[in-house]
């Protein structure tokens, strides 16, 4: 029973009575601030919308973040450490085996809901996964993954047998362009993610509206005094910002802003006179975090405080202040290798632009004219995964109406690609010496689902004062597992030195579904390929 004077919230989490002080706070606060359970993850807190503080109360899935912790008395609360153990052990080695979980961000909420979905009369796990979101694997081998378990023929930890993890790491630290690690522990939420490093005194702080910065003993306590109010996903129509080029050409694009939804927000720690740590610990965020403040901003205020302090992001702040990948216009002639592209103003995108159209092999010697035009909007960098040199990629392949798409990297990897009639993705990826063909195949599915994302159904509404209006999640518009098409993966064994891909798919996907819908000129298209 709670305390009479309502400051204290007592209940069973993952088998043991427990009790936290009760602030108005939500049960993701309590779980993570006052308990100490960092495999409850916080992407878009109060949002309620990535699923990845998902946890079971009383055996039925339940979002912590938007749950009051006073709701929560004398029931039951078990996160994925409170699994029976050899549940828990089994979904793990089936998501290691599978590759289903890249940065294990978002996987401890998703194992919670699939596990208590088997359980159910009839299980739908695609559809239960409509309460989350995973930005890194595009969903399929999250759904293998569910299939291994669910299958009593099958024991997952046999599948993981003769397999180096030591090189599937070596491999995803390639692809993902940053630490990565590949073991049990990942699903399982246990990877070292920044703010799960950091001292569990350390004062937390947090943006206010005006920019200040704002420190108190917890999340709860830090959002109220910065004021922070949960996005909301606005009525303003995204549309693509810049108009195509007066030219007269067959093939035209005209692109929108996105958001690379990245699901840990940018966050970071430091004591005083310390090393801040990287927001980047345990992934790469597309790109998203190159140039994150958040370090800084740390190291900062751990000197004015004198005392361990770890600021964070709000999701909010996230889509208002993280890199966008620049929008641009164009105007194709495939036939005499012309190209007109406008683009919004952004260091280095002109040359990435330019590279992307000689990557396509078999139609290079285009002649591209490039202008950077100046429009309100979010910042925008390169850092981002291939921005400037997939949109070159794609606007070179306008040229080739047939047969796969293939797509070569700067350093010669190579990725074709073909969308087939019933919307099935192949994908054949060379990127020499493979090191792990499962974490190949699982970045090239992440790769694949996003660039079908990219041309299909993301888009950032933003105003006329160049701020972003749709500052949900789920207003980044990623394409959700029951809309997933089937996306088929052959890596070609090489013996060369390992090569990053995952970039070549991306590209390439995007490239084939753009010709595979008719090139329509306006992205998102808003037509599914499944």
């Known amino acids: 029973?709670?305390?009479?004077?309502?400051?204290?919230?007592?209940?069973?989490?993952?088998?043991?009575?427990?009790?936290?002080?009760?602030?108005?706070?939500?049960?993701?606060?309590?779980?993570?601030?006052?308990?100490?359970?960092?495999?409850?993850?916080?992407?878009?807190?109060?949002?309620?919308?990535?699923?990845?503080?998902?946890?079971?109360?009383?055996?039925?899935?339940?979002?912590?973040?938007?749950?009051?912790?006073?709701?929560?008395?004398?029931?039951?609360?078990?996160?994925?450490?409170?699994?029976?153990?050899?549940?828990?052990?089994?979904?793990?080695?089936?998501?290691?085996?599978?590759?289903?979980?890249?940065?294990?961000?978002?996987?401890?909420?998703?194992?919670?809901?699939?596990?208590?979905?088997?359980?159910?009369?009839?299980?739908?796990?695609?559809?239960?996964?409509?309460?989350?979101?995973?930005?890194?694997?595009?969903?399929?081998?999250?759904?293998?993954?569910?299939?291994?378990?669910?299958?009593?023929?099958?024991?997952?930890?046999?599948?993981?047998?003769?397999?180096?993890?030591?090189?599937?790491?070596?491999?995803?630290?390639?692809?993902?362009?940053?630490?990565?690690?590949?073991?049990?522990?990942?699903?399982?939420?246990?990877?070292?993610?920044?703010?799960?490093?950091?001292p569990a005194d350390a004062t937390v702080a947090m943006r206010a509206a005006d920019g200040t910065w704002v420190t108190a003993a917890t999340p709860h306590a830090a959002r109220r005094l910065a004021g922070v109010v949960p996005g909301r996903h606005g009525t303003l129509e995204a549309v693509p910002p810049l108009a195509v080029p007066p030219v007269d050409a067959p093939v035209t694009l005209r692109t929108s802003w996105v958001d690379p939804a990245y699901l840990e927000p940018d966050a970071s720690w430091c004591e005083p006179g310390g090393v801040p740590a990287s927001p980047v610990a345990a992934g790469g965020a597309f790109g998203g975090k190159t140039a994150s403040p958040l370090p800084e901003i740390a190291r900062g205020l751990a000197a004015e405080v004198g005392r361990p302090v770890r600021a964070r992001w709000s999701r909010e702040d996230v889509v208002r202040l993280g890199p966008k990948r620049p929008p641009v216009a164009a105007s194709v002639d495939p036939v005499g290798r012309t190209a007109h592209v406008a683009v919004v103003r952004t260091p280095g995108v002109v040359d990435r632009i330019r590279a992307g159209f000689g990557a396509v092999p078999g139609v290079e010697g285009w002649?591209?004219?490039?202008?950077?035009?100046?429009?309100?909007?979010?910042?925008?960098?390169?850092?981002?995964?291939?921005?400037?040199?997939?949109?070159?990629?794609?606007?070179?392949?306008?040229?080739?109406?047939?047969?796969?798409?293939?797509?070569?990297?700067?350093?010669?990897?190579?990725?074709?690609?073909?969308?087939?009639?019933?919307?099935?993705?192949?994908?054949?990826?060379?990127?020499?010496?493979?090191?792990d063909e499962v974490v190949v195949r699982s970045y090239a599915i992440g790769a694949a689902h996003m660039a079908l994302s990219w041309v299909t159904s993301e888009a950032l509404a933003v105003g006329a004062d160049g701020v972003p209006l749709g500052l949900t999640v789920r207003s980044a518009g990623v394409v959700r597992a029951v809309d997933m098409p089937t996306v088929r993966v052959v890596v070609e064994v090489g013996t060369g030195e390992p090569l990053p891909v995952s970039d070549a798919v991306f590209a390439a996907v995007a490239a084939a579904v753009w010709r595979h819908q008719g090139r329509p000129e306006c992205w998102p298209t808003g037509r599914p390929v499944r």
Do not use: N
């Open 1 to 198: 029973m709670s305390d009479p004077t309502g400051a204290v919230v007592r209940f069973v989490l993952d088998g043991r009575p427990v009790e936290a002080p009760d602030d108005g706070g939500s049960l993701l606060d309590a779980l993570r601030e006052s308990l100490g359970v960092r495999s409850v993850k916080d992407g878009c807190a109060p949002q309620g919308q990535c699923g990845c503080c998902t946890v079971l109360v009383d055996g039925a899935p339940r979002v912590a973040c938007v749950t009051p912790l006073r709701r929560i008395a004398d029931r039951t609360v078990t996160t994925v450490d409170g699994l029976d153990p050899a549940r828990r052990d089994r979904w793990a080695a089936a998501l290691c085996a599978t590759g289903g979980s890249q940065c294990g961000f978002c996987t401890p909420g998703i194992v919670l809901r699939l596990d208590a979905e088997a359980a159910g009369e009839r299980p739908d796990p695609e559809r239960a996964l409509l309460a989350h979101l995973c930005r890194c694997t595009g969903w399929t081998t999250i759904l293998e993954a569910y299939a291994l378990v669910t299958d009593p023929s099958v024991d997952p930890a046999v599948l993981l047998a003769g397999r180096d993890l030591g090189a599937a790491a070596r491999r995803a630290a390639i692809e993902g362009a940053g630490p990565q690690q590949v073991g049990l522990d990942v699903p399982l939420g246990r990877a070292p993610f920044a703010e799960d490093t950091a």
């Open 367 to 435: 002649d591209v004219e490039v202008t950077e035009v100046d429009v309100p909007g979010p910042p925008t960098s390169t850092a981002l995964r291939t921005a400037g040199w997939a949109e070159g990629v794609v606007l070179a392949s306008s040229a080739v109406d047939v047969g796969p798409i293939t797509v070569r990297t700067p350093q010669g990897a190579e990725a074709t690609v073909e969308v087939h009639g019933d919307g099935t993705i192949e994908v054949v990826v060379r990127c020499g010496d493979p090191l």
